[in-house]
């Protein structure tokens, strides 16, 4: 079975008046296309293509949110054996999560695509945590949306920290997480070892890939050098790929199949999406968070989100814990950034585990 993990359903321009950026990103667009679900179907026939899975938009209303999940679930009806969907949700609001469970009542199969810049929300948000959480316990794959952190700036292309995303897979490692666009380039660093086990449950697809990477032979050589077996196909149709021709699902499909060796053609194009969103993958279920140790390998994050109380004894140490500290950063990272000694750093501990009592 062959697979397209990243479609959108857009027969014409989303038309929510409360939604500016989707009012830019669709504003004479020389890059995105529209397509109905005949037009969906036959674009996937062109390239061989037998499952189509639409992501959602990036909405920041919660009521477009769910026109777009029910108007998604109508127009599946159209081919229901080739066209599957994604739930879009804004994580912050408080019905999320249920909105969440009544898409995959009705049949659709993951979360996504969601894009925290453009929604309006962080990947360390109450709400956002509470849809992983969910996903992750009820073995729910997720997309989000990921670009490249450099280059030129154009409409959709927005700040999504690398180091937030391997932070939500440090938190929940049962989550089956999709980072597309190649996930930025984040599976360039599978090469270190310990960050290729953070990353054991992550996958990254290639929509739109030729718009950042023209060369599209030297992209699938790194890809097959550092993680060949996370791959997943992603055209991002209706987009126009290349913009100045119209959309299609064959060409993109094309320009990869050229490249790519034959004996992981089927893993790329089917085999390792099917396993990671439509298989019933035996995922240990998720438990509970075990009691915050403190010692000097300890995350600074973790332990203000756990202890709040530290954050006014780290403050003292001239430690200001952030939005923006990256997760991996311990109470010994910081103490030595800090310019404090060892000594200082036992010091600390003693101070911390007094406050935890």
């Known amino acids: 079975m062959r697979i397209d993990i990243h479609q959108h359903f857009l027969p014409n321009p989303p038309a929510y008046s409360d939604e500016p950026l989707q009012t830019w990103l669709h504003h004479n667009s020389r890059v995105q296309d529209y397509a109905e679900a005949p037009a969906v179907v036959a674009a996937m026939d062109e390239a061989g293509i037998d499952v189509a899975v639409w992501q959602g938009e990036y909405y920041r209303q919660h009521a477009s949110c769910v026109a777009r999940n029910r108007s998604v679930q109508q127009a599946i009806r159209y081919a229901p054996t080739r066209l599957q969907a994604f739930v879009v949700v804004q994580p912050n609001h408080p019905d999320a999560c249920d909105e969440i469970a ?35 316990r009820h073995a729910i794959p ?30 929940f490692p049962e989550l089956r997480l999709i ?21 054991a449950n992550v996958y990254y697809d290639t929509a739109a890939g030729s718009l950042i990477y023209p060369d599209t032979a030297k992209i699938v050589q790194v890809a097959l050098t550092v993680a060949p077996q996370k791959i997943i196909f992603g055209s991002d149709f209706p987009l126009k790929l290349p913009p100045t021709q119209p959309a299609t699902v064959a060409w993109y499909a094309n320009q990869i ?34 009691p915050l140790v403190i010692r000097g390998a300890t995350s600074v994050v973790a332990l203000v989100e756990h202890l709040p109380a530290a954050d006014a004894i780290l403050q003292r140490w001239r430690i200001t814990v952030t939005a923006r500290t990256p997760w991996w950063h311990t109470i010994a990272h910081e103490m030595m950034m800090a310019g404090h000694s060892p000594a200082d750093l036992t010091t600390v501990l003693d101070l911390l585990r007094d406050t935890q009592r």
Request: glycine share 10%.
């Open 142 to 171: 997720m997309l989000l949306h990921v670009n490249e952190p450099v280059g030129t700036a154009y409409p959709g292309k927005v700040d999504i920290p690398l180091v937030d995303c391997y932070e939500v897979a440090a938190r």
């Open 179 to 199: 980072l597309a666009h190649w996930g930025g380039g984040l599976f360039f660093y599978e090469m270190m070892p310990n960050v290729a086990r953070t990353l």
């Open 102 to 136: 009544r898409g995959v009542a009705a049949g659709m199969c993951g979360v996504g695509e969601l894009n925290p810049a453009a929604q309006g929300f962080a990947l360390r948000d109450a709400g956002f945590l509470r849809c992983a959480e969910y996903c992750a």
């Open 257 to 290: 199949q050229t490249h790519l060796p034959t004996t992981w053609h089927d893993a790329w194009f089917g085999v390792t999406a099917a396993q990671v969103v439509f298989a019933d993958k035996k995922i240990s279920p998720r438990v509970d968070v075990a």
